[in-house]
């Protein structure tokens, strides 16, 4: 056997992680760094990875993975709690960039059929990534603000409404079956995900509170379980199998043993399946092809992205009776893609929804707003210093904060040992 | 892309675990239960799963991450401490194994050029794998006993020594080069080992003490450096790449971070890979080309295995004094081969050193070791039942039990948290 990918795979662990934390050292996340990483790793600039079937495999994974994680931190109960207002934004938040990426790419897109590719585009719109205004938020301290509640609760609907829009695309793409079989499978498919959940559900409840011993099986089963629902909705209903990771990792959600399947599924992909991931994003961009209409189209791609998101989910909050200057910042927050937007570009690559001379465009547009977002936020932000007559309390918040807390005191936990098993052996 | 590799996984998973925790019931390490996943899944039985690329290069990865672990694990300065008589024992408990191999295989093996796969299913047989032992005399209240703490030191040497000669003789299967080159080669090896451990140790200390912000980046730059070393190995010195690992483990092993990383390597290797590798072991075996020759064979390599583990250490162990009774105990206690033995003959494949009508048998001999283990120990410890005058203290034994007790109390906080949280939720 060739060992040759030992030596890939080093150079892709290595090169996104040190440009993830240079990113880092710019206030920007990790995934920015790990995209760099694959444009200058690929063909794009040095040449020095080419895609293999093991990469394009282990993507895959990490996409399933990190979409099972998604649904994992998934609270059902709080989708209700966030309330109509939240819907509302994330909705116009949605069918806003829906239409505006349809027609902008329907104007750059030359050929027939191209219906569907147009369409494509605006689902890959839709997506936010909510992560990078949370940490801004909580840098400048306002987290905790009415404006800040609201971004959060319609991240998470906005997270649901994209899974539903890649669905029905991803599945039309399909094999040239009529636009009503698609429709009843993916019906089908949604209502049999509703009885597993509830039967499944349960059961998994059970089982973690009767059992506690060895906890490496919930781990171990869980992930397979996940693998089969992502297989079983590619092979009997034509469903993306990331969607069927999804609700997956909804059936594990708010179980009591969930914060330890998310540390044991995060490090599955931190380690190794999302590094080859991101990489490999970067690996499937080709520069040669970017004629000028090509860099004239990342550039409306990009300023659209920006303004398609600010308008949809600043009109849903001023509708919600928000005022002028909150729902410019509702807006604001709303602008990132981030890893979900890759994601589904990722599958229309796959599903053939998807021009390759397009990709690099929509690569250019997540780093851009992943980029903006943090600047614009604090622009909006500006102003009145010290006010916190604005502070609201939030169970999303405090949710979000008590993960990390937990976070760290693990870590502790972990650090005294060591610091223990040191002395140790230093003072025998 | 095709996504059936994501059924496949599945299977790997569910079968490895389903049957792994059908074999703790019997009080048989999980292994076991994995191995036989293979067997009965694989072309041998049900053929349900056939070898991909994607498995073996994944199985791949889990030998390297399983010996990066075992080399995070391996304290140089309790190999000094273990002594004398642990080398001794470890040493003859090596030699004879592996003549007995040598010779048994030659009566079975014909054909030309069959000197250096005679002399490898002696290498296979010195590996000594001493958790399902250490298991055993934990139960029986055995472990803190002089006999007890002989064959923990013994096994850590052991395990040093299997290494040694694991990359003899796979450099010998090079390229047909002469002997005195391929030695060379290998002194090379170990001298450009011994310079890397010496300047890295100390780099990588200094930073883990001095860093302690964002942990996972020395989790994903140790393993980029292990893939890094696991390749050099190979593609500059010819030597095994899991040698490679190993050594980049040393290099890890008794820093700050030891504790964290062997924690998340481990985790990498349960939820993915090391089910993958025991699995593709078991897919790998052939049933109908078991001839009665093959058969006969099978049965002497397992009576063979038991006897020259029991016969080596035991004559060892005598050599130091210990007495009649102790020396068979230790004998008996250094006989269970598993994941050891595994690897090294995974690697003999690819390298063209074991025939594959041979590897049925030697994963019946780990499988049949690893059972007879437990029990013939308990037969040799019987007698006296309560008798505390043979205790004694040791580092290592209360090393094993500090490493248990850290695992319970990692899991108690995860559980406090999600108590904490699960009646955050019940009453709001």
Redesign the interface.
């Known amino acids: 056997?060739s060992?040759?990918?030992?030596?890939e795979?080093?150079l892709i662990?290595?090169s996104?992680?040190v440009l993830g934390?240079l990113t880092k050292r710019f206030a920007l996340p990790q995934v920015v760094g790990a995209l760099l990483a694959g444009l200058v790793m690929g063909p794009a600039m040095l040449n020095l990875l080419q895609e293999t079937?093991?990469m394009?495999?282990l993507a895959?994974?990490g996409v399933?993975v990190l979409m099972f994680n998604a649904g994992l931190e998934t609270d059902l109960?709080e989708l209700k709690k966030a309330g109509r207002s939240a819907f509302i934004i994330a909705l116009i938040g949605v069918l806003v960039p829906l239409a505006g990426g349809f027609f902008l790419t329907a104007a750059f897109n030359q050929g027939q059929d191209t219906l569907l590719q147009n369409f494509f585009i605006g689902v890959v719109f839709t997506a936010t990534s909510v992560s990078i205004t949370v940490e801004t938020l909580k840098e400048i301290g306002k987290l905790s603000t009415r404006s800040g509640n609201a971004i959060l609760g319609a991240a998470i609907i906005d997270d649901v409404l994209g899974i539903v829009a890649l669905t029905i695309i991803t599945s039309l793409a399909g094999t040239g079956a009529s636009l009503l079989l698609v429709l009843i499978k993916i019906a089908a498919f949604f209502a049999v995900s509703v009885v597993v959940w509830m039967v499944l559900h349960r059961v998994v409840e059970w089982w973690f509170r009767r059992y506690?011993r060895d906890?490496?099986?919930f781990?171990?089963?869980s992930?397979?379980?996940c693998?089969?629902y992502?297989?079983a909705a590619?092979?009997f209903f034509g469903v993306a199998?990331i969607t069927g990771a999804y609700i997956a990792g909804l059936i594990f959600a708010?179980t009591?043993?969930?914060?330890?399947l998310q540390?044991?599924?995060d490090?599955?992909s931190?380690?190794?399946l999302s590094?080859v991931f991101f990489a490999s994003l970067g690996l499937k961009v080709v520069l040669p092809q970017m004629s000028m209409a090509i860099v004239l189209f990342s550039l409306l791609l990009i300023l659209w992205a920006v303004a398609s998101k600010v308008i949809g989910c600043g009109l849903g909050a001023r509708l919600c009776g928000y005022s002028g200057q909150d729902s410019l910042r509702i807006g604001v927050g709303m602008i990132s893609r981030g890893e979900v937007a890759l994601i589904v570009a990722n599958d229309g690559i796959?599903a053939g929804l998807m021009r390759e001379e397009f990709f690099g465009p929509v690569v250019l547009m997540v780093i851009a707003t992943t980029i903006l977002t943090p600047i614009l936020l604090k622009l909006v932000y500006k102003g009145r210093e010290k006010d916190y007559s604005d502070l609201q309390e939030s169970?999303l918040v405090n949710r979000y904060e008590?993960a990390q807390a937990?976070d760290l005191?693990?870590?502790a936990?972990?650090?005294d040992?060591?610091?223990l098993?040191?002395s140790e052996?230093h003072h025998?």
């Open positions: 056997m060992y040759h990918f030992l030596f795979l080093a662990l290595l996104t992680k934390i079937s093991l394009d495999q895959e994974l399933i109960a506690d906890k490496r099986r781990v171990v089963i992930f397979a379980f693998l089969l992502a297989y590619e092979a199998d708010k009591p043993r969930v914060t330890y540390d044991r599924f490090t599955l931190y380690t190794l590094p796959a169970e008590d937990f005191a693990s870590q936990l972990l650090e040992h060591e610091r098993r040191g052996t025998p």
